[in-house]
């Protein structure tokens, strides 16, 4: 599409966003992939508290590694492309496909965990028809953006259809499914995720604002080049190293309240240590707060 209404040359610009967030869609894929066989067989048993609970959990799971890629990419992709291809035009150009991108896998990751729900289910059929529409509005979208507006455009019109298609269907057919109504699954898969993620911007805006990148890359860029490394490269080694840190204080300021949030009771004993586990456990489901109602 981009080679098509603009310039293959474009393509150089857009093809590293691109590869980023199709690998870490492909690991989100994975997280889920016991959803499939799971639901499968809840509802060969007619279980419905457990295909509500493992559909509601897998989305806040997903939506919140969502969120921290997202966000990661927004407040640390312009220094990570920067570092990464040093070359300032391609700096300019990718972050804004990058953001848009990135901004498209707060529904693209998460939908699937509705796609495995939804497949385990037998609604196949349901999940052809939305592919369809979503194809067909993607390539509406971004014809519609890429000539006014250029590379931004083109992902623009990717991360629209996600939420013109996919975030505004799945939820009803899963829901539907599952027997929920649909502001209720929609309040218990998200809410607590959206309050996980506004607390992580927080963390982000501060720590961006208060730690720039060359507190301990110019340091380090001493150390390294003592290996007889040279100062470009022992720079570049630095600043990434020092980004990796920067986005890794950010995951551990979002993991309390993902972990007291977003996971119920039973999730949660799964990280106790062994011995602090009582020899029955409850059955699982939600916390009594979140159950579905029939």
């Known amino acids: 599409m981009v080679g098509f209404l603009l ?3 474009q393509l150089g610009f857009y093809a590293p966003a691109a590869s980023l967030t199709s690998r870490v869609q492909t690991v989100g894929n994975g997280m889920v992939g016991f959803l499939l066989p799971s639901m499968s067989r809840a509802q060969a048993k007619s279980d419905l508290p457990t295909m509500r609970r493992m559909s509601i959990l897998s989305i806040r799971i997903l939506l919140c590694f969502a969120m921290f890629i997202s966000i990661a990419s927004v407040f640390f992709g312009r220094e990570f492309i920067r570092i990464w291809l040093d070359n300032p035009d391609f700096t300019e150009k990718t972050y804004p496909v990058l953001v ?5 896998l707060l529904v693209r990751i998460p939908s699937a965990a509705v796609t495995s729900s ?3 289910l037998g609604q196949v059929q349901l999940l052809a028809n939305r592919a369809m529409l979503e194809a067909g509005t993607t390539v509406v979208l971004q014809l519609a953006l890429a000539v006014p507006f250029g590379l931004p455009g083109v992902a623009a019109g990717l991360l629209i259809s996600q ?4 975030a505004a269907l799945q939820p009803q057919y899963l829901a539907k499914a599952i027997e929920m109504p649909v502001r209720s699954f929609l309040s218990q898969s998200l809410a607590r995720p959206a309050v996980a993620g506004l607390l992580t911007v927080v963390a ?3 720590l961006t604002r208060f730690w ?3 507190v301990l890359a110019d340091p380090l860029t001493t150390w390294i080049g003592m290996l007889g490394i040279r100062d470009s490269i022992a720079n570049r080694v630095a600043q990434l190293f020092e980004l990796g840190i920067q986005v890794a204080v950010v995951g551990a300021a979002m993991f309390p309240p993902v972990f007291f949030l977003c996971l119920d009771r039973d999730a949660r004993s799964a990280f106790r240590p062994k011995w602090r586990k009582t020899a029955t456990p409850p059955p699982a489901s939600l916390d009594s707060t979140e159950r579905g109602t029939n």
């Open 163 to 166: 939420f013109l298609v996919v």
């Open 212 to 214: 720039p990148i060359g």
């Open 7 to 9: 310039n293959p040359t």
């Open 204 to 206: 982000a805006a501060t």
């Open 100 to 104: 848009f991108l990135s901004l498209a």
């Open 118 to 120: 939804l497949a385990g």
